[in-house]
């Protein structure tokens, strides 16, 4: 058997820091402003950039804001709650579409996360041993990270051509499997595009991380492993994983919040104007925004996907940090 | 620790299809901008039949790139020095000073950039708009407004990265500094900062990376005279025809700086990354 015995570096990864025991400084009124004053600037930025236009988008919402009124919103007449009925209510057309967007976005968000984890954790597990090329390796797997969200994105959009991409020109002319080019771009396939190019644009971030937290496991857990004959599998489920639990802890939830709140991806590859199979939440409510120019609305769907994702992190969180603690 | 045969030949098999799913991109990206435009409009070719540099003369008139990089340049320089900035004093507050405070600022900064940007997008194009309406203060379409607004889109990495350097800095070295007499912006500025350099290039680096990309805001926040590669690179195929040989050109051109110095300081992310998120 193999047994794992905790060290102190297993402690819950993320933003509240743990208090590493350092006697505190309490030298006068005039010393204890200064942290504060350390903080102003960011603290402004983040009310002026972040927390009032979060509070002005929760009043927005509350307004019938369309074209009329959006140079001077002042005169906009305020609705209650009735920019949430519009959106929310599925018996609605409006909110019969919202619904297949938010079933799109949980789709693709469970594919996106899930592969870019998977590669993620392969590439970073297969490059823990050294062997020639390795650095090389290394700094490939990261380039698309490091590529410009369009660059990447454009390059994909120029392969998904129909009659003049290399993806047709690989599975239709040199694989022959298909018989008929296929559009990538528009229907159906439009959404097995978005994945493609989201997990390739995202896994690197996964690889970064894993890569990091494995540096952190002590080879000798892996020797003593070895001793008691531990085969690859049970090395990388008793072994790795554990180690890695904080690391995927904060992982997944950024990688989750970042790909159901993804605007980028759709908004290069489908020029603006995703097809329904693709319409993914941001989309949806940039497009009622500024192509129907109804601010209310697009503000209604907005606050009412900040409450899902705060649910969602916050019962994530709970769940998270009750199982490590039984563990 | 020895590595089976299976093993070995499952690394080697998986690594290589990774490979070829990052590279086969990157190559099309790049042999296509050494195609004349003939060639990126039939059927794809692996090898440039008639390689030429003429897109990357030619993208330069298609569309003004020239414009967009200066905008892109003045406004991801200004934005990330500014920003890495404001994340030293903060970092330093954190990693030095118990304050009442110290754990919901930090989490609030780390909880504002998971929210949706569309979230944003809306009030703060209606607040810039008004605002310019009432006072005379041009944000909206404005370099100065996308600058404000990028300020923030890098602070939690940075302020993040940034505390896991300056806890690795020995305390002794402030004390040291402090029975001299040092102060503490003498001791930041004398004693930290000196020694957290790496550290400090690489998330300017990420910040200068972050604004560089950003797309949303730049899309909605900008007009003819103050639009960023971001959205001016799509310029290429609102025309007639899409010269995709010269937005191949393009991409390659814009991503070079970015990549070359993200992959430069690849170390220091993945230190930082270790100290701050492991912790």
Known sequence: ?327 | MRESTVERWCRRVVLTLLTVFVVVPLYAMVSSAAKPLKDVQGTFTWIPGHPTGKAFVDMWTTVPLARYLVNSLVVSGVASVFSVSVAVFVAFAISRYRFRGRQAFSVTVLATQMFPGILFLLPLFLIYVNLGNATGIELYASRTGLIITYLTFSLPFSIWMLVGYFDSIPRGLDEAAQVDGAGPFRILFRVILPTAVPGIVAVVVYAFMTAWGEVLFASVMTDENSRTLAVGLQGYATQTQVYWNQVMAASLVVSVPVVAGFLLLQRYFVAGLTAGAVK
């Open chain 1, 1 to 327: 058997m193999v047994t794992i015995t905790r060290t102190g570096r297993d402690r819950p990864a993320g933003p509240p820091r743990t208090d590493t025991g350092r006697p505190a400084r309490r030298r006068g009124p005039q010393r204890s402003r200064l942290p504060y004053l350390l903080l102003l600037p960011a603290l402004i930025l983040e009310l002026a950039v972040h927390i009032i236009p979060m509070l002005v988008g929760v009043w927005m919402s509350l307004l019938e804001l369309t074209q009329f009124h959006i140079r001077d919103w002042s005169s906009a007449p305020f609705v209650g709650l009735a920019n949430y009925r519009a959106t929310l209510d599925v018996h609605t057309p409006t909110g019969q579409q919202l619904l297949q967007s938010f079933g799109v976005t949980v789709a693709y968000t469970v594919l996106s996360v899930g592969l870019s984890w998977v590669f993620g954790l392969t590439a970073a597990v297969f490059l823990q041993r050294p062997f020639r090329g390795r650095a090389l390796l290394r700094t490939l797997f990261l380039t698309p990270y490091a590529l410009p969200v369009y660059a990447a994105v454009i390059t994909w959009t120029f392969l998904f051509q129909r009659d003049t991409g290399l993806v047709n020109h690989v599975l239709v002319d040199q694989l022959h499997l298909m018989k008929q080019a296929p559009f990538w771009l528009i229907g159906d396939n439009s959404f097995t595009a978005l994945v493609v190019v989201s997990v390739w644009r995202s896994w690197p971030f996964a690889f970064l991380c894993l890569m990091a937290g494995l540096q952190n496991v002590p080879v000798e857990l892996y020797e003593s492993a070895a001793i008691d004959g531990a085969g690859f599998w049970r090395r990388l489920s008793a072994v790795t994983l554990p180690m890695l639990r904080p690391v995927n802890q904060v992982l997944l939830l950024v990688l989750f919040l970042w790909t159901f709140n993804d605007f980028n991806t759709p908004y290069l590859l489908f020029g603006g104007s995703a097809p329904k199979q693709a319409d993914i939440i941001s989309i949806h409510i940039y497009k009622s925004s500024f192509i129907a120019w109804n601010f209310g609305e697009g503000s209604a769907m907005s606050v009412a996907l900040l409450v899902f994702l705060l649910a969602v992190t916050a019962v994530y969180l709970l769940v998270t940090n009750r199982r490590r603690s039984h563990a």
